[in-house]
């Protein structure tokens, strides 16, 4: 395997420069379906007018599974952050923006939110009556027909060189309740340490969307017990309080 140049590397993904191509690369954890299904959610995004890397293929590169995409130059959000942190609210202020953005184009082929979170809630070690509890708070909520990328933070969305944003990482897109997205992305900013960003970033949210932060919140204990299926320890720490909300 020889590219230009490693781009970022990420639990069990590395992705590549190789001219104006970008090769994502999946360790052996990820099967063939999840990959296929990452490569369907970006080309059906593509298809309904959000910026992506254009899909080009998805091939095997030394017997990993890889999905090829344009090169787009530029810089993510979180890079741009790091590199100067006066503009971190900035920046997740733009997050926000894009992710509105996002949830105004309509993709009716991508897979219902609910569905993928009653099976990861299922998938889950809590006990039966607490599992319970939350299905049947999700049953509660509205469903609606937004796009939920899943996992939209700084890291996913890339300011490119030619002044246009271009949201990356499409393996987790479904469509339903756009406050179930502010969820999940109020959790990853709060798993990653920065608690601080995570009420920002709902603050913002909720501002520049007209939604009522309870709104959200009511989501959190559903959203939290589909996250710590695959957190670390400390993860699941921070997720565990959210998760017992339902109970009292």
Request: proline content about 3%; glycine content about 6%; hydrophobic content about 40%.
């Amino acid at each position: 395997m020889s590219f230009d140049k490693i781009i970022a590397v990420r639990t069990d993904k590395t992705v590549y420069r190789d001219g104006d191509r970008c090769l994502k690369v999946f360790g052996e954890e990820y099967s063939k379906a999840d990959v296929l299904v990452e490569a369907l959610n970006q080309a059906r995004a593509e298809e309904a007018g959000i910026r992506v890397p254009k899909l080009l293929g998805v091939t095997i590169t030394d017997g990993k599974w890889t999905i090829v995409s344009e090169y787009i130059k530029g810089k993510t959000l979180e890079r741009i952050a790091l590199e100067n942190p006066g503009k971190k609210e900035e920046c997740i202020a733009k997050l926000v923006d894009v992710q509105l953005e996002m949830q105004s184009k309509s993709c009716p082929k991508l897979r219902k939110l609910r569905d993928r979170l009653i099976e990861k809630i299922n998938a889950t070690d809590i006990p039966a009556t607490a599992r319970y509890s939350i299905i049947a708070r999700l049953a509660e909520l509205p469903t609606h027909n937004k796009i939920c990328h899943g996992g939209f933070t700084l890291s996913n969305v890339m300011l490119g060189d030619d002044g246009k944003t271009y949201i990356l990482d499409w393996i987790h897109a479904t469509r339903g309740n756009a406050s179930a997205d502010a969820a999940f992305t109020y959790f990853r900013f709060g798993m990653s340490g920065a608690s601080d960003d995570a009420e920002r970033y709902l603050d913002i949210f909720c501002e520049k969307s007209g939604t009522e932060k309870q709104y959200v919140q009511k989501w959190m204990p559903v959203i939290a017990t589909a996250q710590s299926v695959n957190g670390n320890a400390r993860e699941r720490e921070f997720l565990l309080p959210f998760i017992n909300e339902i109970n009292k």
